[in-house]
């Protein structure tokens, strides 16, 4: 099945886009500023940031050839990622999570 596609605008969209992720547990949203600042204000809609192990807000990921490779993550390679959990070892699990592209 394909995911919802929403285009952003202001915070107007929110109903619709909280809506999109109750129905289908998944959304695209395009138009987003490519900035730290456009994603907290997207992800501010849904809720509050939750501090991480890496920081207090959010944090990048980029792929990378094998061999600089800081951190063997699936994160940082060219793959996949099929439907699956990150951080239920933490205490406070992420309910969810906003990725930019």
């Not at 994603?39 to 849904?46: E, K, N, P």
């Not at 699936?74 to 390679?77: E, I, Q, S, V």
């Given at each position: 099945?394909?995911?919802?596609?929403?285009?952003?605008t202001d915070e107007g969209c929110a109903p619709d886009l909280l809506t999109g992720l109750r129905d289908s547990g998944a959304i695209v949203v395009k138009g987003v500023p490519p900035t730290q600042e456009g994603?907290?204000?997207?992800?501010?809609?849904?809720g509050?940031?939750?501090a991480t192990i890496w920081g207090p807000d959010t944090w990048s990921t980029r792929t990378a050839p094998q061999g600089e490779m800081q951190v063997p993550d699936?994160?940082?390679?060219n793959?996949?990622?099929k439907p699956h959990?990150?951080?239920?070892?933490?205490?406070?699990?992420?309910?969810?999570?906003?990725f930019l592209c």
């Open positions: 099945a394909r995911l919802p596609i929403y285009h952003w994603l907290c204000t997207v992800g501010a809609l849904f509050h940031w939750q699936t994160a940082y390679l793959v996949e990622l959990n990150d951080g239920c070892y933490l205490q406070d699990i992420p309910g969810l999570q906003i």
